[in-house]
């Protein structure tokens, strides 16, 4: 047991019963440790310093199970109303998979190309770079001898125009 955060019967017995205050808040820091001659856990009064250093593994070690507590998944939540044997492990399912969803992104990109390829040759020229190259607006402000603006207001007004186009079709 370490001292200074909880109140145990050794703190009583060592503080009187009513004891209000820390150990550390009466300048002494006390330790329990295990004395490999006598097998005995024995209570041993230490430096702030030999304290705190003992301290921090320890409060890293609570800090670390709080924490994962804090942030596990409870099984008995994923249950639909916690009463029956129904479960609902949605973090687990690939939605994605679903051949109605893919159907419909393969439909989406089709449309796109279709769309990307009726942009005038400098557009499509900025979307390759930009989106399949993944080329920065700077590397290619710089290829292109303009300014970093410049490709990002030509940028926006492509991605504008593709949008309208697209809403038009879908």
Same mark, same amino acid.
């Given at each position: 047991m370490l001292y200074?955060?909880?109140e145990s019967i050794q703190e009583r017995a060592l503080f009187g019963k009513g004891a209000h205050k820390k150990p550390q808040e009466l300048g002494r820091f006390l330790l329990d440790v295990y004395n490999t001659c006598t097998q005995e856990m024995e209570t041993v009064e230490v430096?702030?310093?030999?304290?705190?250093?003992?301290?921090?593994?320890?409060?890293?070690?609570?800090?670390?199970?709080?924490?994962?507590?804090?942030?596990?998944i409870q099984f008995s939540s994923m249950s639909a109303d916690g009463n029956t044997n129904v479960d609902t492990f949605h973090e687990f399912v690939n939605y994605e998979a679903d051949p109605e969803v893919q159907f419909a992104r393969n439909e989406t990109i089709s449309? !796109?190309?279709?769309?990307?390829?009726?942009?005038?040759?400098?557009? #499509?020229?900025?979307? +390759?770079a930009l989106f399949e190259e993944n080329m920065t607006e700077a590397a290619l402000?710089?290829? !292109?001898?303009?300014?970093?603006?410049a490709v990002n207001r030509?940028? #926006?007004?492509?991605? +504008?125009?593709?949008?309208?186009?697209?809403?038009?079709?879908?």
């Open positions: 200074g955060f909880e430096s702030k310093e030999v304290y705190f250093a003992y301290q921090r593994g320890v409060w890293r070690d609570k800090k670390r199970d709080r924490s994962f507590f804090a942030h596990e449309v !796109l190309r279709e769309v990307v390829c009726s942009l005038p040759a400098e557009d #499509q020229a900025y979307i +390759k402000a710089d290829a !292109l001898g303009v300014s970093q603006q030509k940028k #926006q007004r492509i991605l +504008k125009n593709l949008k309208k186009i697209l809403e038009e079709r879908l």
